[in-house]
T-cell receptor
Framework: QQQVKQSPQSLIVQKGGISIINCAYE??????FPWYQQFPGKGPALLIA?????SEKKEGRFTISFNKSAKQFSLHIMDSQPGDSATYFC???????????FGPGTRLSVLP | EPEVTQTPSHQVTQMGQEVILRCVPI?????FYWYRQILGQKVEFLVS????????KSEIFDDQFSVERPDGSNFTLKIRSTKLEDSAMYFC??????????FGPGTRLTVT
């Protein structure tokens, strides 16, 4: 129940295209859902996050869509750029503690 | 912009030796975390720390691990007797009460 599932494992998108990464969870106690971007050899960097009281949050080219009933959330990267090529992790926080659970990651490659 | 710093960037140690990984969280943050990431795998939660005590720990965080905030700025992770399988990137993170975590650049631990 503490798992966060993430798909696809890898994604190749043309420059200017839309990248979509999906995550799903079972634990209804999760109350905060961040996305992290990680470049090789670096730590994860917080990209955007959402709480379950909203269905969508947009920051620049990055949008999170959240479906509470389906227990799913997704990251959309509009106008994808080669500089977006990185590994993306979704995560969830359990509101009973300080435990953050990460998805397995999606390796995004944006072709020039 | 304030950032989480970690030292050393790379630590090589022999099996059975003790290692201490050091972190300086962002100064006004209240929550502190350690994560590990085995090469190519997902980020795994180890422990969270708040108000000078552990608030939550994972199954990975067994008796070989300990954390300490020895002064007002440093946050350390100690592994008492390292095993080969402890080889990984170790990330420190800190957050304010709104859960927005900021990760450090990591320490690569190699146990030989």
């Amino acid at each position: 129940q503490q798992q966060v599932k993430q798909s696809p494992q890898s994604l190749i998108v043309q420059k200017g295209g839309i990248s979509i990464i999906n995550c799903a969870y079972e634990n209804t106690a999760f109350d905060y859902f961040p996305w992290y971007q990680q470049f090789p050899g670096k730590g994860p960097a917080l990209l955007i996050a959402i709480r379950p009281d909203v269905s969508e949050k947009k920051e620049g080219r990055f949008t999170i869509s959240f479906n509470k009933s389906a227990k799913q959330f997704s990251l959309h990267i509009m106008d994808s750029q080669p500089g977006d090529s990185a590994t993306y992790f979704c995560a969830a926080r359990d509101n009973y503690g300080q435990n953050f659970v990460f998805g397995p990651g999606t390796r995004l490659s944006v072709l020039p | 912009e304030p950032e989480v710093t970690q030292t050393p960037s790379h630590q090589v140690t022999q099996m059975g030796q003790e290692v201490i990984l050091r972190c300086v969280p962002i100064s006004n943050h209240l929550y502190f975390y350690w994560y590990r990431q085995i090469l190519g795998q997902k980020v795994e939660f180890l422990v969270s720390f708040y108000n000078n005590e552990i608030s939550e720990k994972s199954e990975i965080f067994d008796d070989q691990f300990s954390v300490e905030r020895p002064d007002g700025s440093n946050f350390t992770l100690k592994i008492r007797s390292t095993k080969l399988e402890d080889s990984a990137m170790y990330f420190c993170a800190s957050s304010t009460a709104n859960y927005e975590q900021y990760f450090g650049p990591g320490t690569r631990l190699t146990v030989t």
